[in-house]
């Protein structure tokens, strides 16, 4: 069972360049979220989606714009990359909205690095 | 606003001793707290939530959290730590009239040696 599936675990992006992200799960999950993980920062939420057709900014969503596809899929896009955008990007997914407590499962990450 | 603070970069303890993982938080509301656990190179896993009533919470892997409200900790233990439980901790809080989302700490180390 494949869970959440992040595509591509490694990227180098010059300034300026851009990127999409891509995130699939499947868990038939109706949320999902994209996190970047920074040193001493914990996860920062970037922008998630409760349900298909509907996403939200989080803590941290300049720079950054997503899609969600379908029930499956949610993409996380870089527009014009910057190096304050070196991260550790996190997808997840969860049964039900946060407000629910259900538990997020995770992704592997994709390790970005802007030059 | 809420918060939530692991006041430790990294915690060191001997195979087979207690451990203990700090975490403090601050919520004007009701406070949803979680465990996450990371493994190098890996996404965080869930070990275990306090969403209400027993304030002693048991979850993966033989860990444990205890909630106190009267010092605003979840401080998760394990009564007999393993080699392989060397890990990046997170606590995390939502609090439960705020929209819902989820704040991190920003993470404890936790090595265990032979």
């Known amino acids: 069972n494949a869970g959440v599936t992040q595509t591509p675990k490694f990227q180098v992006l010059k300034t300026g360049q851009s990127m999409t992200l891509q995130c699939a799960q499947d868990m038939n999950h109706n949320s999902m979220y994209w996190y970047r993980q920074d040193p001493g920062m914990g996860l920062r939420l970037i922008y998630y989606s409760a349900s298909e057709g509907t996403t939200d900014k989080g803590e941290v969503p300049n720079g950054y714009n997503v899609s969600r596809l379908n029930k499956r899929e949610f993409s996380l896009r870089l527009e014009s990359a910057a190096p304050s955008q070196t991260s550790v990007y996190f997808c997840a997914s969860s049964l039900g909205t946060i407000q629910t407590n259900q538990p997020q499962h995770f992704g592997d990450g994709t390790r970005l690095s802007i030059l | ?114």
Do not use: M
């Open chain 2, 1 to 114: 606003a809420q918060s939530v603070a692991q006041p430790e970069d990294q915690v060191n303890v001997a195979e087979g001793n207690p451990l203990t993982v700090k975490c403090t938080y601050s919520v004007s509301g009701n406070p949803y707290l979680f465990w996450y656990v990371q493994y190098p190179n890996r996404g965080l896993q869930f070990l275990l939530k306090y969403i209400t009533g027993d304030n002693l919470v048991k979850g993966s892997y033989g860990f444990e959290a205890e909630f106190n409200k009267s010092q605003t900790s979840f401080h998760l233990k394990k009564p007999s730590a393993l080699v392989s439980d060397s890990a990046l901790y997170f606590c995390a809080v939502r609090e439960g009239n705020q929209g819902g989302k989820l704040i991190f700490g920003q993470g404890t180390e936790l090595s265990v040696k032979p």
